[in-house]
């Protein structure tokens, strides 16, 4: 298993070598997980040797534009690469969003680029986001848990904003999403983690160490993203807090970046 790193930086401006956020995990037999669909990932991705038609699921944890604008260069990926290597098995990708009406917009880049053809088009499936597994495929489960960084939609009462938990026997992977507290996520992290993959565009990353400290959550190792602007400007400064805090070194992520999880 591997956990690729597409783009490490938060909604906030751009910044010089960060993408917006989106990661990949790579499973034993090469499938692959995508979460959050922030900027170029699709690019970068591809740049890494990751072919888009090894992703067996998309994972949207809201629907805010740093985890999502780069839906259509993940479907155009898709579908040059199905030309490219003569591909004709490759015809659903199932999308896990709170919004389907996001998936839809892409969709419609999609079908506007009739130079393609549609021979090699595929169909992006929409799974709407609920609390609880959403998918299941040998060794990996990915679960979701409503939070509190969105409010819910004002017309259905449903959640926006979701975290995401990955079980492959006996590791837990968590990942944020955006949050308002990790307290939202208490009900997971009561549990033994292995990973925990916390956002910083809205938290600090040392005071995510001291609360996690503080309330005696099994979390064995911490990989920050999502850098919000203190991180992006002093990226030393803010680890070295953050692994004081701690009490070990802890992970930030970079773009490019490769976690082996064992
Ligand atoms: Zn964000």
Redesign the pocket.
């Given at each position: 298993m591997l956990l690729h790193i597409l783009g490490s930086c938060?909604?906030t401006e751009p910044m010089p070598g960060r993408d917006?956020?989106s990661w990949i995990l790579e499973e034993n037999d090469g499938g692959l997980l995508w979460f959050d669909a922030?900027g170029g990932c699709a690019s970068h991705a591809y740049a890494k040797g990751l072919s888009p038609l090894k992703v067996k699921a998309l994972f949207l944890s809201?629907p805010?534009l740093?985890?999502t604008a780069g839906l259509p260069g993940i479907f155009q990926a898709i579908r040059k690469e199905k030309w490219l290597r003569g591909d004709r098995e490759f015809r659903e990708l199932p999308c896990h969003t709170s919004a389907p009406e996001v998936i839809a917009a892409a969709d419609v880049f999609l079908k506007a680029d009739a130079a393609a053809g549609d021979e090699w088009d595929f169909t992006p499936v929409v799974r709407e986001l609920r609390p609880g597994e959403l998918h299941r495929d040998g060794e990996t489960a990915v679960e979701a848990l409503p939070n509190r960084h969105m409010p819910p939609d004002p017309r259905s009462g449903k959640p926006r904003s979701y975290s995401f938990r990955l079980r492959f026997s006996p590791k837990h992977i968590v990942y944020t999403g955006?949050v308002g507290s990790l307290d939202e996520l208490a009900a997971w992290l009561e549990q033994p983690t292995e990973l925990l993959m916390a956002?910083t565009?809205h938290h600090r990353a040392a005071e995510l160490c001291a609360l996690v400290r503080a309330r005696h959550w099994p979390v064995r190792r911490l990989l920050f993203l999502?850098h919000g602007l203190e991180i992006l400007r002093d990226p030393a400064g803010e680890k070295a807090k953050a692994d004081a805090a701690w009490g070990a070194g802890v992970l930030f992520a970079s773009d490019g970046m490769t976690v082996p999880l064992g």
């Open positions: 938060s909604g917006y956020t922030g809201h805010h740093d985890h955006d956002e565009g999502h």
